[in-house]
């Protein structure tokens, strides 16, 4: 019963921001590792943040470094990223993932959401 469900995207103009939500059921976040990852059109999917459930860590790929950060609510099993300063080339499908194992740090397991459009776009 593992499921992820993304909110939030939509559309939004370059420089302005948005908060993607990821509601989690059928595990208990605190012991997972949990990320997001983006896919644009006729791109990879690429990692875009990752949360370790091991030690804390957290990372940030090169491209959002600075304007995005990941937060999480272990009571309440949610996983946010606010985006800032929002670029054209933000533009994509956002999608969390959880990791196969309790306590690790790899966040592009089985599980996925469904995805959360985000358009940066003037």
């Known amino acids: 019963q593992v499921q992820l469900v993304e909110s939030g995207g939509g559309l939004v103009q370059p420089g302005g921001s948005l908060r993607l939500s990821c509601a989690a059921s059928g595990f208990t976040l605190r012991y997972y590792a949990i990320g997001w990852f983006r896919q644009a059109p006729g791109k990879e999917r690429e990692v875009v943040s990752c949360?370790?459930?091991?030690?804390?860590?957290?990372y940030y790929a090169d491209s959002v470094k600075g304007r995005f950060t990941i937060s999480r609510d272990n009571d309440k099993n949610l996983v946010y990223l606010h985006m800032n300063s929002l670029k054209p080339e933000d533009t994509a499908v956002y999608y969390c993932?959880?990791?196969?194992?309790?306590?690790?740090?790899?966040?592009?397991?089985?599980?996925w959401g469904q995805g959360t459009q985000v358009t940066v776009s003037s």
């Open positions: 949360n370790s459930a091991s030690d804390g860590s957290t």
């Open positions: 993932a959880r990791d196969n194992r309790m306590y690790g740090s790899n966040c592009q397991g089985d599980n």
